[in-house]
């Protein structure tokens, strides 16, 4: 593991963030909400109950979307906790509710409150009253705040910057699951996690934008009518794969490495960490990322741009793979993670590397990484060291999937 001190680091870093600088003078506040439940949710369908979900947003600078739950009038959520640094004094917080209904293109609103004194709030014994279109009454909504003044370590984070918790969600997708074949179970999985203060390891005046000399790009981003079809194209492929849904969906909090480890790269059958090779970037709130392969249909899956949602810029991209920390013939021991700024796409500069190691030691410490600018020689050999990795996995899971399916049931 790096001898690298995470708040060494963040100290320095922090020091060098002035995008954002904010004078002594100014309101700085830090907040910590926590949404609890809602009564008296309409039916929006027939048959059943709402499934409610919400977006809270602060000041339409930063947004928090809830988890959906199912079939219910009085939802409520256990563990949804957003905590944000660095608000001003007057800033307001707006919650919208909707109905999920996979079955459609766009969610049914239910309608959303306001919360106009954040600093100084105190919570409602009935909650806040929900009202929807035509100014109708839907329900009651529960939350607590907890504000204080911002630190001398959080005043000189940007504004409203995200400091957890990192929650993680995974869609499935089984159309694509069929197309690309990467697992017996034909399912494609794509990855959402949010991180804590990126803005402070990747400063937006550093923001990587599309490459001008790669001909793919330029046909996505370019001034033409085919640009502005692919966008729109690679935006409804972006919401296919990552929007959430009823079903098909998986939330969880990563507390630390072992969280991420075991909640994210393990194999839902085997629970063995999976060999593979992730395409990801890095945008202002998160980190995506999907598995890619030498397939056509999962390599264009796990493209950079679909991942960014056809957006001119990202924070960072690249690809990663897990590896074993003392080699492949060692795989119960420790792990470890290996990035590049491999994107064709995006070409991120290489010595943001260690910003990219940095944010993510921040969030998960102990996790082990390791770096390559993507023309390294040492990349190229834990690569081809994977792929051999990759195809001994691929037949001991087929194995079991074999004794999964042919074993008698045990009465």
Known sequence: MSSYSISSGLKDTLIETTFFALDDSQSNYDVIIQFHSAEDIPKMDVFGHADPYFIAKIDDQISFTSTILSNTATPKWDDEKWIVRNIPLNAILTVKIYDKDDAKLFDDYIGKFEVLNLINYHASITGHKVIGPFNRYHGFFHLSIQSMESSEETKHLPRYTF???????????????????????????????????????????????????????????????????????????????????????????????????????????????????????????????????????????????????????????????????????????????????????????????????????????????????????????????????????????????????TCPCVP
């Open 163 to 405: 400091d957890g918790p990192c929650r993680y969600s995974r869609h499935d997708s089984f159309a694509v699951g069929c197309l690309t074949m990467l697992n017996p179970d034909c399912i494609y999985s794509t990855w959402k996690i949010q991180i804590r203060r990126i803005s402070v390891f990747f400063k937006p005046q550093e923001r990587q934008y599309w490459n001008r000399k790669y001909k793919v790009a330029q046909m996505i981003f370019g001034n033409c009518l085919l640009s502005l079809a692919s966008q729109s194209t690679l935006k409804l492929a972006h919401k296919v794969l990552y929007s959430r849904t009823l079903k098909h969906n998986e939330n969880g909090q990563l507390n630390n490495a072992d969280d991420l480890w075991k909640f994210v790269f393990s194999d839902r059958t085997t629970k063995r960490i999976k060999p593979c090779i992730y395409t990801y970037v890095i945008d202002d709130n998160t980190w995506r990322f999907s598995e890619t392969d030498a397939q056509v249909f999962a390599d264009v899956a796990s493209k950079h741009a679909l991942l960014a949602n056809a957006s001119e810029y990202v924070r960072y991209a690249g690809q990663f793979h897990p590896r074993p920390k003392y080699g492949w013939n060692n795989c119960d021991d420790e792990w470890e993670l290996v990035f590049d700024n491999e994107s064709g796409t995006y070409a991120p500069n290489a010595y943001l590397l260690i910003n990219l190691k940095n944010l993510l030691l921040f969030n998960f410490p102990g996790l082990n990484i390791v770096t390559y600018e993507y023309k390294d020689p040492k990349l190229k050999e834990s690569v081809t060291e994977l792929k051999h990795a990759i195809e001994k996995y691929k037949n001991s899971t087929t194995a079991i999937q074999h004794l999964v399916l």
